[in-house]
């Protein structure tokens, strides 16, 4: 099956400090979604976008779906920033539909 | 928007009872839902799909006596976890897809079995 691999794992940032996380994945992909899991543990969708480039506030993300590769970025970073990011894919052609997660990263923001 | 309402958000049970989560597509049909577990910092795993009217598919190595999803309508989906062990304690969430939004969580249930 597809894989997907996020990078880098762990992210440590002062508070104001921009980021870049990655998402790699394996094959083809007809859906691309960024999430964000607060520590409750609810997963906030931050963007669909299977390709091209999105942009909402302080984040933004990019996916070059030719080289299969995602980036999600954060400028301006606040302590609320962190938790963990996910990325998750559908495989294009995938009998199911479901979403196949990433290993995360996650980001801690310090003030 | 696409919002997907789960309950409850927490439960804590004894070993051998049974729990109920619901999951309620509230803006849209659900045809399809999803039913995912997460153990402590890992990722999300698919544990089983549900088709409103059919049967729900199974992941590999996921019990389908044990885990009882029904999907009898097209807002609402169910995961009864039967015979409850502290081994199924973890996070359980649901899913679905809709066309433009992409894929709505449910907010979660933590499952704690004493």
């Known amino acids: 099956g597809i894989q997907v691999e996020q990078s880098p794992p762990d992210l440590i940032l002062q508070e104001g400090a921009n980021s870049t996380l990655r998402c790699n994945f394996s094959d083809s992909v007809n859906n691309l979604q960024w999430f964000h899991q607060n520590p409750w543990g609810q997963l906030i969708n931050l963007f669909y976008i299977p390709s091209g480039t999105k942009q909402n506030g302080r984040l933004s993300a990019t996916t070059v779906a030719t080289e299969r590769y995602s980036l999600l970025y954060i400028s301006s970073s606040q302590t609320t920033d962190s938790g963990v990011y996910f990325c998750?894919?559908?495989?294009?052609?995938?009998?199911?539909?479901?979403?196949?997660f990433g290993k995360g990263t996650k980001l801690s923001v310090k003030p | 928007g696409a919002v997907v309402s789960q309950h409850p958000s927490r439960v804590i049970c004894k070993s051998g009872t049974s729990v109920k989560i619901e999951c309620r597509s509230l803006?849209?049909?659900?045809?399809?839902m999803f039913w995912y577990r997460q153990f402590p910092k890992q990722s999300l795993m698919l544990m089983a799909t549900?088709?409103?009217?059919?049967?729900?598919?199974?992941e590999q190595g996921v019990e389908k006596d044990k885990f009882l999803i029904n999907h009898a309508s097209l807002t609402l989906s169910t995961l009864t976890v039967t015979s409850a062990h502290p081994e199924d304690s973890s996070f359980y969430i649901c899913?679905?897809?809709?066309?433009?939004?992409?894929?709505?969580f449910g907010s979660g249930t933590r499952l704690t079995v004493v």
């Open positions: 549900s088709n409103e009217g059919s049967k729900a598919t199974y």
């Open positions: 998750a894919v559908v495989n294009y052609g995938g009998s199911q539909g479901n979403l196949i």
């Open positions: 803006d849209f049909q659900a045809t399809t």
């Open positions: 899913s679905a897809p809709r066309v433009g939004y992409g894929y709505t």
